[in-house]
């Protein structure tokens, strides 16, 4: 009744909350009170998850904001977040329950400040340096007159119609323009694939393929310029296999793509002069060299001319030098029919002699002996055969002898009975080993009996426990409310309501100390 009319305990009033309304009430809360913000400070750490996700730290002096960008959201940055950039962020709070933390989903990162764009800048030249972009042995000859020439810049500003007057003016060509955007966060994606489109173009195909790339912008500020600065735009240009013209800026513009590209010009308009000579001027070179080449052929033949002529004149007379070989020519051409004669004479001499051995009695008696001889080995041949085989089969009866089948069996009995030997004595190893051991448990198991406090209660002695607890002392036993004596036929309870009977001793083992 008591229980109906006491107030309740403190805070046991108040309403109940799941976790998850909790989450959802903060989240909520941290919504709508800040929205859409943003916030300077410093990156710290950069963690781009397999998902594509991009984790990072924005951190002051004091305090760490935790920040997030979906991978959706990445492609879209202007900036991507690295370790020690101050930066500005913008996007909105919110909050994860399942961890309960806060963080702000950021959907836009900017550089605070022109000196921490050139110390980003500074430790990107220097990471590509290291890897060898910037070596000159790299860096690819430009060809001297190129039949189509791919230019990747914006198609409405001024630069490619000062491109395309100058190479009019200079040298007309075939020219092929990537439309790209040369300022914002479309920038470097943009050229990057222009860069890699065109290289990816087939020779002979609908489309030629560019002999000369032209990568141009003009001037502005650093972050007009920033996207030349990106690194997917440097290691496209430093992969490209067409060589690479890069006029970004003015004179006084420096970019990472000018240390990469094949060469730099200082602006778009001698990017156009330095791919293709003047015209005119090589014509007018192509017509000196003609005539220069005309002059010297003329020079050359008039000397050859000249240098025949005296030759010429010392060399003696045709008829003078024909007349001793026509002389011997004649008196060969009087003396070849006689010698002819003479010749055919004595071959046919030769001949007959020859004639008068070739009797058919001779060649008949060379072949009679050839067919003796061939009898001779054929009656020969037939009893060496029967001899080589004769042996070849003694020789594989010999080895069949060999090859029984009993050795291997008598070697698989020996081994069997010593595997029978080997397996009885592991049994009985191990049957007397678990005797042993069985022996020894039943020693300590004995030995365990006797030292247990139970042989010590049987001797006459008891343990009083009071409120719980052993009593050890006279002083413990007068504050206890109530004792209960353990004896080793049961227990007993002495205190104010009175003694009880004897329980039944519990097995419970007494602390050190409580015997008596």
């Given at each position: 009744m008591s229980d109906l009319i006491d107030d309740p305990r403190p805070g046991q009033n108040l309403p109940e909350y799941t976790v998850s309304e909790v989450s959802g009430a903060v989240k909520k809360s941290l919504e709508d009170q800040f929205g859409r913000i943003r916030v300077r400070g410093e990156v710290g750490r950069v963690f781009t998850a397999r998902s594509g996700h991009l984790y990072y730290d924005v951190k002051d002096d004091r305090n760490v904001l935790a920040c997030t960008t979906w991978k959706g959201q990445v492609s879209q940055l202007s900036v991507?977040?690295?370790?020690?950039?101050?930066?500005?962020?913008?996007?909105?709070?919110?909050?994860?329950?399942?961890?309960?933390?806060?963080?702000?989903?950021?959907?836009?990162?900017?550089?605070?400040?022109?000196?921490?764009?050139?110390?980003?800048?500074?430790?990107?030249?220097?990471?590509?340096?290291?890897?060898?972009?910037?070596?000159?042995a790299r860096k690819k000859r430009l060809p001297y007159l190129p039949d189509v020439i791919g230019v990747i810049t914006s198609p409405s500003g001024a630069v490619i119609r000062d491109i395309l007057h100058r190479l009019r003016d200079r040298f007309p060509r075939k020219v092929l323009i990537w439309p790209v955007a040369v300022q914002g966060a479309a920038c470097a994606p943009e050229v990057a694939r222009a860069i890699a489109g065109f290289n990816a173009l087939s020779l002979g195909g609908a489309l030629p393929r560019p002999d000369l790339l032209i990568v141009a912008r003009g001037g502005g500020s650093i972050e007009d310029l920033w996207g030349f600065n990106e690194e997917i735009v440097a290691r496209a240009a430093a992969e490209s296999d067409i060589p690479l013209i890069s006029a970004v800026g003015h004179e006084t513009d420096t970019t990472l793509i000018d240390f990469v590209s094949d060469q730099r010009a200082p602006t778009p308009t001698a990017a156009a002069e330095i791919a293709v000579p003047v015209r005119l001027e090589l014509l007018g070179w192509v017509?000196?060299?003609?005539?220069?080449?005309?002059?010297?052929?003329?020079?050359?033949?008039?000397?050859?001319?000249?240098?025949?002529?005296?030759?010429?004149?010392?060399?003696?007379?045709?008829?003078?030098?024909?007349?001793?070989?026509?002389?011997?020519?004649?008196l060969m051409a009087d003396r070849l029919p006689r010698?002819?004669?003479?010749?055919?004479?004595?071959?046919?001499?030769?001949?007959?002699?020859?004639?008068?051995?070739?009797?058919?009695?001779?060649?008949?008696?060379?072949?009679?002996?050839?067919?003796?001889?061939?009898?001779?080995?054929?009656?020969?041949?037939?009893?060496?055969?029967?001899?080589?085989?004769?042996?070849?089969?003694?020789?594989?009866?010999?080895?069949?002898?060999?090859?029984s089948i009993n050795p291997i069996q008598r070697d698989l009995a020996a081994k069997r009975e010593r595997l029978d030997m080997l397996t009885r004595r592991l049994s009985g190893a191990g049957e007397s080993q678990i005797r042993e051991w069985r022996t020894r448990i039943d020693a300590l198991d004995r030995l365990r009996e006797t030292l247990g406090y139970k042989e010590t209660l049987k001797r006459g002695y008891?343990?009083?426990?009071?409120?719980?607890?052993?009593?050890?002392?006279?002083?413990?036993?007068?504050?206890?409310?109530?004792?209960?004596?353990?004896?080793?036929?049961?227990?007993?309870?002495v205190g104010a309501a009175g003694a009880k009977p004897a329980t039944k001793a519990?097995?419970?083992?007494?602390?050190?100390g409580s015997l008596f």
């Open positions: 991507v977040p690295e370790e020690g950039l101050e930066v500005v962020v913008t996007g909105r709070m919110t909050a994860f329950g399942g961890q309960s933390k806060y963080n702000l989903n950021v959907d836009e990162v900017t550089v605070a400040g022109e000196g921490a764009l050139m110390a980003m800048l500074e430790k990107r030249k220097k990471a590509l340096a290291a890897e060898g972009l910037f070596d000159p017509g000196d060299q003609q005539a220069r080449m005309v002059r010297a052929v003329s020079q050359r033949m008039q000397t050859r001319d000249q240098r025949l002529r005296d030759l010429a004149r010392a060399l003696p007379r045709a008829d003078a030098l024909m007349a001793g070989p026509t002389q011997r020519l004649d010698a002819l004669t003479r010749s055919v004479d004595l071959r046919r001499g030769r001949l007959i002699e020859a004639a008068a051995s070739l009797r058919p009695s001779l060649l008949t008696r060379a072949l009679a002996e050839q067919r003796r001889r061939l009898a001779q080995c054929g009656d020969r041949l037939s009893p060496c055969l029967n001899r080589a085989i004769q042996t070849k089969r003694d020789a594989l009866a010999r080895r069949a002898d060999r090859l008891a343990v009083v426990r009071g409120d719980g607890a052993v009593v050890t002392t006279q002083k413990a036993a007068q504050k206890a409310t109530a004792l209960e004596i353990e004896f080793a036929d049961g227990r007993m309870t519990r097995t419970r083992p007494p602390e050190q």
